[in-house]
């Protein structure tokens, strides 16, 4: 298994252009979510989907937007990045609630964006 | 307003020697806790977690206690070891299946050879 996959590594966008960052996990996860980290701050979410076809907000979902078309993606996409944008972004996934349990989330390895 | 809260940014101790790292929380609707490690340019690694009907769970050298009342939960890692040197995060979850995890800031743990 290749667990959360990332891409891209890094990415340097100027204001007003738009980006998808991709973000994949093989391990049939119901749930993925998107957080970024910032310098200083903890990880924050941004959006989450509790199933293909199901998406809601986090804490800090403004200026993204999100799609889930299948259990495997879960891409992010900023229309028209912004400054305070730059930021670490990480795609996680869990087992959702069919697993019974309380689970936890495996996180990607991260997205670096430099917004200009 | 930060529902999580990682009071101290950095900590240092010997090898061999017990790494405590703190965390709080205000929400009295958190009633899963995590601890996740993280290594630069790396995701979060998940470390151990604890249910708030318990107040201690121990996985190997990793034990977290919670003091519900207090709404304060504690990793203690012994021995600590260099490896262990990275960034530690709280988190909090509402939820059993935790989809909407609330982080605190982190503290960076070395361990000194």
């Known amino acids: 298994n290749a667990g959360v996959t990332q891409t891209p590594k890094f990415q340097v966008l100027k204001t007003g252009q738009s980006m998808t960052l991709q973000c994949a996990q093989d391990?049939?996860?119901?749930?993925m979510s998107w957080y970024r980290q910032d310098p200083g701050m903890g990880l924050r979410l941004i959006h989450y989907s509790v199933g293909a076809g199901i998406t809601d907000q986090g804490e800090v979902p403004n200026g993204y937007n999100v799609s889930r078309s299948t259990t495997e993606d879960f891409p992010l996409r900023l229309l028209s990045a912004a400054p305070s944008q730059t930021s670490v972004y990480f795609c996680?996934?869990?087992?959702?609630?069919?697993?019974?349990?309380?689970?936890?989330?495996?996180f990607g390895p991260g997205t670096r964006l430099t917004v200009l | 307003d930060q529902q999580v809260k990682q009071n101290s940014p950095s900590l240092s101790v010997q090898e061999g020697r017990i790494s405590i790292l703190n965390c709080d929380y205000t929400?009295?609707?958190?009633?899963?806790f995590l601890w996740y490690k993280k290594y630069p340019a790396e995701g979060p690694t998940f470390l151990i977690s604890?249910?708030?009907?318990?107040d201690k769970n121990e996985d190997g050298r990793f034990t977290v206690f919670l003091n519900k009342s207090a709404k304060h939960l504690s990793l203690h890692i012994v021995p600590s070891q260099p490896g262990d040197s990275a960034v530690y995060f709280c988190a909090a979850s509402a939820q059993r299946a935790n989809s909407k995890l609330t982080f605190g800031k982190g503290i960076t743990l070395s361990v000194r050879p």
């Open positions: 929400n009295s609707m958190f009633d899963y």
């Open positions: 996680a996934s869990s087992r959702g609630q069919t697993s019974g349990n309380t689970d936890t989330q495996y």
């Open positions: 391990m049939n996860h119901e749930y």
């Open positions: 604890i249910s708030s009907i318990k």
